[in-house]
């Protein structure tokens, strides 16, 4: 893809360094940011006296596969609330509900207006009847301790760089880091949804200032992607033999590109992304992208 090797030009010519770093790495099956968002809400659970860890997500959630085989890797009760009461039908044709199954999480099913109140004390109380003694995880795994386990994601080799990028979904991640950066550092986040809400989420947790949000690179809003973006996570494959995954690296990562070939970042400058991992994804969105005829992301053969 040409973009590719003009912004590659763009980094020569400005003397820009871009460096990587693979969190994605951290775990064959807890990746990136859901590593350090679990760590220690897994270690609160084993030392309270809670049945069953509860949370929720999508179809194609790497939050609830993750949550799941971090279940049965510490032998944990745990139950995926999952959105769209229709999935039940599919979980065998689903590879992230059904490896999910497969660590032995439960599931419970619900439609999507149901799922817009499951942060209410109705529903809350629902579970908590059902399923006994529950610690209730919120989308995503953000809390406070999930924030905890993020900030842990830059060390001291990290302090070299000037701007440090991330993908952000509910903005846990991208606080931990916001908080362990150094005053010189600008953290920038690229959110997979429309809107700015997100700003707010973030300064719950976020005490530093030193960021932003840039809303350009969404491709339509969460779970949208484009041929313009699977092109782009081919062909950087093809380049650097590094897997993006579609909902969030991949956007972050074109975003970031595509700011070098603007001028965005100053000459000399040192840029840090943060791959937040989120590959098992892939398979789920190559089967929509099949159904769509477009051309799928290339996998690990």
Known sequence: MDSINQNISSITDRQIVLQVKREDSLHPFISGNKFRKLKYNIDFFKESLFDTLITFGGAYSNHIAATAYACKENGLNCVGVIR???LWREINNNPTL???QQCGMKFEFVTRDQYRKKDSNEFLNYLKNKYGSCYVLPEGGTNDLAVKGCKEILNQGDVEFDYICCAVGTGGTISGIIDSSKPHQKVIGFPALKGDFLKDEIRKFAN???WEL???YHFGGYGKVTEELIDFINNFYTK???FLDPIYTGKMFFGVL???NRNYFPKNGKILLIHTGGLQGIEGMNKLLEKRKMNKIIVNE
């Open 240 to 242: 650097t033999s590094i």
């Open 84 to 86: 769209g009461d229709e």
């Open 98 to 100: 059904y490896f999910a």
């Open 214 to 216: 840039i809303t350009d």
């Open 258 to 260: 595509d700011l070098i």
């Open 208 to 210: 530093n200032k030193n």
